[in-house]
């Protein structure tokens, strides 16, 4: 769907869902524990789900306290699916790994491409939810 308007955007949220986010966060935090210790695997997981969606929830609770007209499902969606390209960088980088072998610079340039794309969906996001003058 090519980016049309702010309020196009918004009205598309209407249609919200929760299982994309929640597959997306699953897949990161099973990802990144994989490769943590067996002590620390158990807390890896819980970490990255919980920073999240708690942190999903802390936006939203900024956004409607800035006067943006969001729902927490709403933000739920829209900031679970900007972590996809997070949790496709892991994938790609195990996989890189598995079968050639990594170094550090690919590991390095493939997550930061990643955070600045997701940063820059979620900002987009959060600018189309509240009103222009309170930002």
């Known amino acids: 769907m090519p980016y049309t308007s702010n309020r196009e955007t918004i009205e598309h949220l209407r249609d919200w869902?929760?299982?994309g986010p929640?597959?997306?966060?699953?897949?990161?935090?099973?990802?990144?524990?994989?490769?943590?210790?067996?002590?620390?695997?158990?807390v890896v997981?819980?970490?990255v789900f919980?920073?999240?969606?708690?942190g999903a929830v802390v936006v939203t609770l900024n956004a409607q306290l800035?006067?943006?007209?969001?729902?927490?499902?709403?933000?739920?969606?829209?900031?679970g699916y900007s972590a996809f390209p997070v949790c496709a960088a892991?994938?790609?980088?195990g996989l890189v790994e598995t079968l050639v072998g990594g170094s550090r610079l690919v590991r390095f340039g493939a997550a930061a491409l990643a955070?600045?794309?997701a940063t820059r969906a979620s900002v987009?996001?959060?600018?189309?939810?509240?009103?222009?003058k309170r930002r």
């Not at 929640?22 to 158990?42: D, K, Q, W």
């Not at 919980?50 to 708690?54: G, P, Q």
């Not at 987009?124 to 222009?132: G, K, N, R, T, Y």
């Open 22 to 42: 929640l597959i997306v966060s699953l897949t990161l935090a099973t990802s990144l524990s994989i490769n943590a210790t067996s002590t620390n695997a158990a």
């Open 115 to 117: 955070l600045v794309w």
């Open 90 to 93: 892991r994938l790609c980088i």
């Open 17 to 19: 869902d929760l299982w």
């Open 50 to 54: 919980v920073v999240l969606w708690a």
């Open 124 to 132: 987009l996001f959060v600018e189309e939810a509240i009103p222009a």
């Open 45 to 47: 997981f819980s970490l």
């Open 66 to 79: 800035l006067g943006g007209r969001v729902s927490l499902p709403q933000s739920v969606c829209m900031l």
